[in-house]
Nanobody
Framework: QVQLVESGGGLVQAGGSLRLSCAASGSIYSSNTMGWYRRAPGKQRELVATITSGAMTAYADSVKGRFTISRDNAKNTVYLQMNSLKPEDTAVYYC?????????WGQGTQVTVSS
């Protein structure tokens, strides 16, 4: 079992920045993929960004050039630096840990961007 605890959400004005963190604990394998997903009101959950343990990254087109995902393998922590935030980025952001067929999710952290 893997437990994920997110932090760093909040309220920010459009154009501002936030940094999300997700600390993983439990039975963590060195080879894994961690990432961030989000669910906006009335919409399905969507992928924001992922990063492998080898630091390969992938981003949704909507956040490319504005968001940066990174990780500290020694701390089992993944980060999401969000710059130039837009009102449409408002959502609950969820941390994800994936290895083979196993998936773990955090409880989510609210990000609200005001116009």
């Amino acid at each position: 079992q893997v437990q994920l605890v997110e932090s760093g959400g909040g309220l920010v004005q459009a154009g501002g920045s936030l940094r999300l963190s997700c600390a993983a604990s439990g039975s963590i394998y060195s080879s894994n993929t961690m990432g961030w997903y989000r669910r906006a009101p009335g919409k399905q959950r969507e992928l924001v960004a992922t990063i492998t343990s080898g630091a390969m990254t992938a981003y949704a087109d909507s956040v490319k050039g504005r968001f940066t995902i990174s990780r500290d393998n020694a701390k089992n922590t993944v980060y999401l630096q969000m710059n130039s935030l837009k009102p449409e980025d408002t959502a609950v952001y969820y941390c994800n840990y994936k290895r083979s067929f196993y998936n773990a999710w955090g409880q989510g952290t609210q990000v609200t961007v005001s116009s």
